[in-house]
């Protein structure tokens, strides 16, 4: 029989669509069995300053359909510091919090890792980002509305690239992972994908180009991940465009807007069983893992497994396409 009585959620970090459907997993699971819940706001920083909420069944209400994370996020250096966490830790027991789920990236895995074996405390942690790139889950939570999101816009920059004759470089998320570069890039028929997994000379790239206009194409797209060692797309722009002056060139960067907007089905699904599995696992007596998806499965990873440096590696498939179906 589990001793937990009171469980408490946050997110933490870069927010992602689909979080909010965790949350409201998290709450409503956790009072369906019989265990109070609470909401910690801001993340570790809500923590320190006591900024914490007491959650029914009700205040998650009307929240799936939206993006961002109703509990907000915060990056607090304060939490890195032990007095920061014996001050979090002493905020938690004076409300009777003995479990926590933590929604979020690698930092906040790290930072719960650390703050569960120094003070004891269970904690079930859910892939909560964009970026697609923890170990232990097939997908994480934000990264499939992410991509919808850019093809999306990608889609809308075709119109404008076809209609003058233009060639794009558009930039998008993901500094050390080009997850969404590469099946972004493939679902709405980029010419080229430049991803940091990858060096893509930047004279194959122009052969590529010059192909295309050989072949009487009005318009090409260049998928730039921001992490692409030839300085984004603005860098990657600049050096085609010395050599391949063919086309009118424009650059887009899409930012921000990537990380919002309502969640995909798919994302308020794995959210809601992301959180589900959370609750059950920290029940069953689980501490210091995270709850991923393999295959169509929930599975559970040790943290300290989860952030060991695993080589990170794009599907050969998707990789080969890229180039097949461009
Ligand atoms: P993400 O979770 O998206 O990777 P961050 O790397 O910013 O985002 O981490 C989120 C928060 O986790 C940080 O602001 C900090 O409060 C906490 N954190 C990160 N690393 C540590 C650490 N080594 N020790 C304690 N807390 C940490």
């Given amino acids: 029989m589990s001793k937990i009585k009171k469980i408490a959620v946050f997110t933490s970090g870069g927010d992602a669509p689909g979080m909010n459907a965790c949350i409201r997993a998290v709450v409503r699971t956790g009072i369906y069995l019989g265990y109070e819940v609470a909401g910690i706001k801001q993340g570790y920083q809500g923590m320190i300053d006591d900024n914490i909420e007491n959650m029914s069944r009700h205040s998650v209400s009307n929240i799936m359909q939206l993006g961002g994370t109703v509990l907000k996020t915060a990056r607090c250096l304060a939490f890195k510091n032990p007095d920061g966490m014996q001050k979090a830790y002493e905020n938690l027991k004076k409300r009777g919090i003995d479990a926590l789920v933590a929604i979020g990236g690698d930092g906040t895995f790290t930072g719960a890792e650390r703050f569960s074996s120094t003070y004891d405390i269970p904690v079930i942690c859910v892939p909560g980002t964009i970026d697609n790139d923890l170990y232990g889950s097939d997908f994480t939570l934000g990264f499939d509305t992410a991509t919808n999101t850019v093809i999306e816009a990608i889609d809308k920059i075709r119109d404008t690239a076809e209609s003058h004759d233009r060639l794009f470089f558009i930039e998008v998320m993901g500094r050390d992972a080009g997850c969404i570069a590469l099946r972004a890039g493939i679902a709405s028929g980029a010419e080229a994908i430049m991803l940091p997994e990858k060096d893509t000379a930047i004279s194959e790239l122009i052969d590529l180009l010059e192909h295309g206009a050989a072949n009487k194409k009005s318009s090409s797209i260049v998928i730039v991940a921001e992490g692409d060692k030839n300085g984004g797309a603005f860098g990657v722009a ?72 695993h080589e990170f590696k794009l599907e050969d498939d998707l990789m080969e396409m890229s180039i097949i179906l461009a």
């Fill in 238 to 309: 600049k050096l085609v465009k010395e050599k391949f002056d063919f086309y009118d060139t424009k650059v887009t960067i899409l930012g921000h807007l990537q990380r919002g907007g309502s969640p995909s089905s798919f994302d308020r699904i794995l959210g809601s069983r992301m959180g589900y599995a959370a609750v059950k696992a920290l029940i069953n007596g689980d501490n210091r893992k995270m709850v991923g998806l393999r295959g169509n499965e929930i599975v559970l990873t040790d943290l300290k497994e989860a952030l060991t440096d």
